[in-house]
């Protein structure tokens, strides 16, 4: 289901869930639980402890979320104790719009991933 909200209306938009594709610049945690744990900062700054993010802060996704009023997204490949009911991130740092690229999850592995996602919810 889509939700689309027209800019010119006063309507309040209302959203149930984000889902977000990319790559480390929205990563929030799918390299780390994939493939290797990173040093600190990880996210340690805003967080107050390590976030398996590239960054040591926030990444847009999170201010996206903030202003829609939902969670941060979990990454999609960190599952154990996570709640998927406002969204997931499908993102991993290093993906690429093409494969082979320097990360295994493509953004076509990312769609695929969300594909199955879907048929479990």
């Known amino acids: ?17 984000l889902y977000n594709f990319g ?3 929205s990563d929030t945690g799918g390299r780390h639980a994939a493939m290797t744990e990173f040093p600190p900062q990880n996210g340690e700054t805003f ?11 926030r990444v847009i ?10 969670r941060y ?6 599952s154990i104790g996570t709640s998927f009911r406002q ?10 719009i093409r494969p082979p690229g320097y990360s ?6 990312q769609i695929s991933q969300f594909v199955q996602f879907k048929l479990l919810v």
Do not use: Q
């Open 104 to 109: 295994p999850f493509h953004i076509a592995i």
């Open 61 to 70: 996704i999170d201010f996206i979320a903030e202003d829609l009023k939902l």
């Open 87 to 96: 969204g997931a991130n499908f993102a991993f740092g290093g993906s690429t």
């Open 23 to 25: 790559d480390s610049n």
């Open 73 to 78: 997204l979990s990454a999609y490949l960190d």
């Open 47 to 57: 967080f107050g402890h390590p976030s398996g993010r590239f960054s040591d802060g």
């Open 1 to 17: 289901m889509a939700v689309m909200c027209d800019v010119d209306s006063t309507e309040k938009c209302e959203f149930p869930a």
